[in-house]
């Protein structure tokens, strides 16, 4: 070989060797480069970043949106307090033809305001927002009901007082009743539930407080004040259970009535059962709305409260009086623990002043007062 071609042959590779050389550096900065990428990508997952970050993200958002927060905590209680509400203000849309549950509702409506505190205890318990939220409905609903009871309405004075009072039929102490009814110095008493065997006692017990007096059935009233014009009223009942009477007073002449309605009953097959209480309700109202004095007041024990539908046309035609100028709840009956007030004292064209509950006799009911004025 010449020294040319020698020459030739090392250039070539000298050539080959540089032209190897420049592929393996750029081999090199290809794979440093690969490499920094997945180093920056690797560090960006170790500080939160990149997929990584979007999958605890979600997570995250997840969590919060199951978490049961203040506004989703105790979700059962709101729907309970809701539905509390809205059986106060819907009441009237119960109907009486299952069971008669629209009246057994009303009769003990006030006690429904004991499930919110109940409810609000709960509500606390679970640190549930939207419970307490909810029970503003019935708070609200309760106390347009019944708030105007927890305020004191009775006013000094009154020119007649009036009283009502079940003796009950079973009473073991006629004679003790009769002394207590007499030394509450009423003006005019009702009395109702009075037997054959008890009439006599309560006469006598009566006479020296009381002058003047009527009995019709099982019905009677008694008063310091002349009486006329005294018939009995058909409560369609078979029997007579009330009565009408004109009490001669300063102001002049005061229709008075007594009655004692229909007893009510639970069955267990049938409910709520009022069909004869509701038919003497009915019969009431058509008297009193055939009343030509324009004075008017109803004593008496109508075995339910101004609040049951069945007193509805009364109701239009009569205040209560203890609604009016009354003291709480004036609950009458039982006397034992008394959870409704089922002995009213309604009245037209005269004005209420106060009224109140007397102590208990040995009847199961409790004498209902009122005092009226012109």
Do not use: C
Not at 183 to 199: F, H, K, N, P, W
Request: hydrophobic fraction near 45%; proline fraction near 5%.
């Amino acid at each position: 070989m010449t020294g040319g071609a020698r020459g030739q042959t090392v250039e070539q590779v000298d050539t080959g060797e540089t032209e190897q050389g420049g592929a393996d550096r750029g081999d090199t900065r290809s794979g440093t480069w690969r490499t920094r990428i997945l180093g920056i990508w690797r560090t960006r997952i170790r500080r939160g970043g990149g997929l990584g970050t979007w999958r605890t993200r979600i997570r995250r958002v997840v969590r919060i949106g199951f978490r049961p927060g203040p506004w989703k905590r105790g979700l059962v209680l709101a729907t309970l307090a809701l539905l509390l509400g809205l059986l106060m203000l819907l009441r009237a849309e119960i109907p009486n033809r299952i069971g008669g549950l629209g009246s057994l509702v009303e009769t003990f409506l006030p006690w429904f305001g004991l499930f919110i505190p109940v409810l609000l205890a709960g509500a606390l318990w679970r640190r549930s927002a939207s419970a307490v939220l909810a029970l503003l409905l019935p708070v609200m609903a309760w106390l347009n009901l019944f708030g105007g009871l927890l305020i004191d309405k009775s006013h000094r004075g009154g020119d007649l007082t009036m009283a009502s009072h079940n003796v009950s039929a079973d009473n073991p102490d006629p004679a003790g009743t009769a002394r207590d009814l007499a030394a509450s110095g009423v003006d005019v008493l009702a009395l109702e539930e009075l037997t054959e065997q008890a009439r006599g006692t309560y006469e006598e017990g009566l006479a020296r407080a009381y002058p003047y007096h009527t009995v019709q059935g099982t019905v009677g009233l008694w008063s310091k004040l002349p009486l006329s014009d005294t018939r009995p009223v058909d409560v369609a009942m078979g029997s007579t259970r009330a009565l009408r009477t004109t009490v001669a007073t300063s102001q002049g002449p005061l229709a008075v009535y007594a009655a004692h309605l229909g007893s009510v009953r639970v069955f267990p097959a049938n409910g709520f059962w009022t069909a004869t209480r509701d038919a003497g309700a009915q019969a009431l109202g058509k008297a009193i709305a055939a009343e030509r004095n324009e004075r008017v007041v109803l004593l008496g024990d109508l075995n339910g409260t101004m609040d049951d539908r069945a007193f509805a046309d009364l109701a239009s035609q009569m205040d209560s009086a203890h609604s009016t100028a009354g003291d709480g709840f004036g609950f009458s009956w039982p006397a034992s623990f008394p959870l409704a007030r089922i002995d009213q004292i309604l009245v037209r064209g005269v004005e209420p002043k106060s009224s109140w509950v007397l102590p208990a006799t040995d009847s199961d009911h409790l004498p209902v007062v009122a005092g009226i004025s012109w």
